[in-house]
């Protein structure tokens, strides 16, 4: 394990590297944020945002929670979003979980874990919503990596119906809401294919229920 000094040296080293390679960096990084993506993720160490998009310091803004969930209630949640939708003006919205996800097990594993039970309930209405669907799945891995995806899904349809979304999008803002999924075994982030462009798209539908 590193130590906090460590930390700091690798700190002070990739900082002199940067500037020695692309000088001015810091000064124009600190003048101005304008990210066109704002990623909801998982607080897991393993999915750093920036990391695996490829993106720089200053490209995305960044919320994470455990299970990357949307409460209608986080008012940490809420700020980000209307932050980087109204002064930021973010295009696009990435709701990102991953394969493997510990919030999910925990949801479903059946014991008593503290006060993360209240908030990981979500998952469990996700999994009650789809409970045919999913003990059709045998493997027990493959199932809670379905349910990884369907929980996904959810947390963009609670976004898509919050507000401060749609009253962006009342006002004609370009703002579009992704489901993605990480996957720790390959390193690869794959679209869900459940993006809500608009208020049409957001309406609660029998298909979104099933």
Not at 169 to 183: A, M, R
Request: proline letters at 3%; hydrophobic letters at 40%; one cysteine or more.
């Amino acid at each position: 394990m590193q130590s906090l000094d460590d930390l700091l040296k690798h700190n002070r080293k990739w900082a002199l590297d940067r500037e020695g390679q692309d000088p001015g960096y810091f000064s124009r990084l600190a003048e101005l944020q304008r990210p066109e993506y704002l990623w909801i993720g998982c607080a897991d160490s393993r999915v750093p945002a920036n990391v695996i998009t490829g993106l720089e310091p200053g490209e995305v803004f960044v919320h994470r929670n455990v299970a990357n969930l949307v409460h209608s209630g986080d008012i940490n949640l809420l700020s980000v979003v209307e932050y980087a939708v109204q002064s930021l003006q973010v295009k696009h919205i990435i709701v990102c979980g991953h394969y493997g996800c510990g919030g999910i097990k925990a949801a479903m594993d059946g014991q008593r874990h503290g006060l993360i039970d209240h908030w990981l309930q979500p998952i469990r209405d996700v999994a009650e919503q789809h409970k045919s669907h999913l003990c059709a799945v045998a493997d027990g891995d493959v199932r809670l990596n379905r349910l990884c995806e369907l929980s996904i899904e959810a947390q963009v349809r609670s976004l898509s119906r919050t507000p401060i979304v749609q009253s962006a999008w009342k006002e004609g803002t370009d703002l579009h809401i992704h489901g993605w999924v990480y996957g720790l075994h390959d390193g690869m982030l794959r679209d869900l294919d459940c993006t809500v462009n608009g208020l049409t798209d957001a309406q609660p539908s029998a298909q979104a229920n099933a």
